[in-house]
């Protein structure tokens, strides 16, 4: 059984929508979501459910089943129905800039709810029915807005042609999963060769391209003098230790 993840069937009628809030505040307790993205995720279940209910069920009434998932920094919602299908691309976003007589009613809902959640997917399919997927991630709180992010890495013992192919792969799935600042701490490395240098280079030159960085840190004076030798101290910023390393990220 997954414990993070609950489920809710109730009938699509208006009088429902309160169960339905009630329920997704049940659901969400133990999740690391804000109260306001708690708040989000309810109003555009609201909005969603509404729609189903007024259009989707318009001429027969009928089920709402209501899935939520947790995963440690985000929130699954999954809604089923067997109501009329429609096109969501077909509804024009609403001008929200534009004055009282020129604005047109409706829309707004689905509006919502791309505007307060991450992701928001459609399908249709005659058999299963209708399903919304709606996707919210936990917002950063405004002292981790402020920090400086950046990923580490931490190669150790001996950084050859044997174990670098290992640290270009580290490497590699950082800077694919987006993340271009990295601090490499080398204060447990006790040997590295032109192989391990070459990982180095290409991480640095694939962060730049990226527009991030590579910093490596907590260098040991034999592999300061193998870096120095080389040129490769005008190449990397390199810091006194994880802290000085950070700093150059603010």
């Known amino acids: 059984m997954n414990h993070n993840r609950q489920s809710l069937s ?19 307790q133990q999740s690391n979501l804000s109260e306001q ?45 067997h ?3 429609f096109d969501p691309e077909a509804i024009p976003p609403p001008n929200i800039d534009s004055g009282l007589e020129e604005r047109r009613v409706g829309g707004l809902g689905l509006y919502f709810m791309h505007k307060l959640m991450d ?13 919304l997927v709606m996707i919210k991630r936990a917002s950063l709180s405004e002292q981790e807005k402020a920090a400086p992010t950046f990923s580490t890495v931490t190669p150790r013992g001996r950084v050859d042609a ?14 694919n999963r987006g993340e271009t600042r990295i601090i490499v701490d080398m204060a447990e490395v006790s040997y590295i060769s032109s192989s391990g240098l070459k990982v180095l280079l290409n991480a640095s030159r694939e962060a730049r391209r990226r527009q991030g960085q590579l910093v490596l840190c907590n260098l040991e004076p034999k592999i300061a003098s193998i870096i120095e030798m080389i040129g490769f101290d005008q190449v990397f910023p390199i810091a006194q230790d994880m802290e000085a390393a950070a700093r150059l990220f603010e």
């Open 10 to 28: 109730v009938f699509g009628d208006v009088q429902n929508l309160e169960i339905i809030a009630d329920f997704i505040t049940q659901a969400t």
């Open 37 to 81: 993205d708690i708040f989000a995720i309810q109003l555009a279940v609201d909005e969603a459910c509404t729609n189903i209910i007024e259009h989707a069920y318009a001429d027969s009434p009928g089920d709402i089943h209501l899935t939520c998932e947790l995963e440690p920094d985000e929130c699954i919602i999954t809604l089923r129905d």
């Open 83 to 85: 109501g009329r299908p």
């Open 119 to 131: 992701e928001v997917r459609f399908s249709f399919d005659s058999e299963t029915g209708n399903q």
């Open 162 to 175: 044997a174990s670098s192919p290992a640290l270009g792969d580290r490497f590699k799935s950082i800077l």
